[in-house]
């Protein structure tokens, strides 16, 4: 019905656990700021030259996406960026599209509800990478999953780290503030000092990851560059609240013990007051993370406050009553639970004082929870933002 529309666009697939949706808005804005007419699929939205409409899943349906590339042809685009799922993988969403560059971000416990196993999880991921779907490869190496593929690609590829100079492509003198974040990147004999607006040591590992992918794309680096530097925000993605407050507020998508694992280290340092988490275990997911989410909220916060965070067919009790667990056995938080979220939020921002943080946790860019397969309209950044006015 569509051909292959794939092939007559650069398609830039960006698959593992965390940083996807921070990555693909990355390429696309590399993309943009190089010339180039771009698309964008991922879990929050999708969009091109004449529109963007909100994403009802991570990676659409194998018709649905290729009814969206069909689109952008016609619409003369010349590359996407798409989130590639291992939901989307394994359930042959993206059958019929071939990438210039597939990207892999990392890999860590996620979707053990569906995947069964760490391997087959990785397994899964790992398919994307053949000449069967993808030209040229990018692939992060700071974690043993990414090291494994690099291993066994036999595609051309390029390596990724923040954390050494042993990949192709490598970060350093990083640092991390309140306003940014600043890295030099290094390719062969060629540097550049990157200044991000975006917030976190991971997005480093995302900036590195698009620069390869552009790179291999043969896009031209100077004007991309500058297009992912001037990217203010990814929504639901440490996404700021600031309403004149005297303390710091944000929503994140934060929802697995690695990206906690990353990203409250980073707050701390942002603060010698306390800082205040809302957090909760989403149901019909892995159960065996409900635990660890509380335990590193826990020992990284100074007060949690447990929360619905979306049961769907789940007792809700349970999940929250797991999460809590986990945060009090870390004997570091004082650990509250209130059921409503919306309650939840206005408590915490009701607690902030001068320097503090408030975060809220685990939805992100969400605009619903579900209970027993009935979605109840909730936007936490709305929620938010109205506690913070209400609070003033």
Request: aromatic share 6%; net charge negative; proline share 3%.
């Amino acid at each position: 019905m569509h051909g292959q529309p794939s092939s007559m666009i650069d398609m830039y697939g960006v698959t593992g656990t965390n940083g996807k949706t921070s990555t693909a808005f990355m390429v696309e804005a590399g993309l943009r700021a190089a010339g180039k007419r771009a698309g964008l699929v991922s879990g929050v939205c999708v969009r091109g030259p004449k529109g963007s409409q909100r994403a009802r899943r991570t990676t659409p349906e194998a018709s649905e996406l290729q009814t969206t590339l069909a689109a952008f042809v016609r619409d003369q685009v010349d590359g996407v960026a798409m989130e590639v799922s291992s939901h989307g993988l394994a359930q042959h969403r993206i059958d019929g599209t071939h990438f210039r560059v597939a990207a892999f971000t990392n890999l860590s416990r996620d979707h053990l509800d569906f995947h069964h196993t760490m391997t087959e999880y990785f397994e899964t991921k790992a398919t994307l990478f053949t000449d069967e779907w993808c030209a040229a490869a990018v692939i992060g190496i700071d974690d043993a999953y990414g090291r494994t593929l690099a291993a066994r690609v036999t595609v051309p590829h390029l390596t990724v780290s923040s954390c050494g100079s042993t990949a192709d492509v490598f970060a350093s003198a990083i640092d991390t503030g309140r306003t940014g974040t600043a890295f030099t990147v290094h390719h062969e004999e060629w540097s550049r000092r990157i200044r991000l607006r975006l917030l976190g040591s991971h997005q480093v590992d995302n900036a590195l990851t698009a620069i390869a992918s552009l790179r291999l794309g043969g896009v031209d680096m100077a004007t991309a560059l500058d297009g992912i530097e001037e990217l203010d925000a990814v929504p639901g993605r440490l996404e700021r609240v600031d309403l004149g407050q005297n303390y710091l507020a944000f929503v994140d998508y934060v929802h697995n013990p690695s990206a906690q694992s990353r990203l409250f280290p980073y707050l701390r340092s942002l603060t010698a007051g306390r800082l205040i988490v809302v957090v909760g275990a989403t149901g019909g997911r892995d159960s065996g993370k409900r635990k660890p989410l509380g335990h590193i909220a826990g020992t990284f916060a100074d007060v949690v406050i447990v929360t619905d965070e979306g049961p769907f067919h789940d007792d809700a009790a349970g999940l929250r009553n797991d999460v809590a667990l986990g945060s009090c056995e870390a004997k570091h938080a004082e650990t509250v639970i209130i059921p409503d979220r919306r309650e939840a939020i206005g408590v915490a921002v009701s607690q902030a004082r001068l320097g503090d943080i408030v975060l809220v946790a685990g939805r992100g860019h969400d605009h619903s929870m579900n209970y027993a397969g009935v979605e109840i309209p909730f936007d936490d950044r709305d929620a938010l933002e109205r506690a913070v006015i209400e609070r003033a």
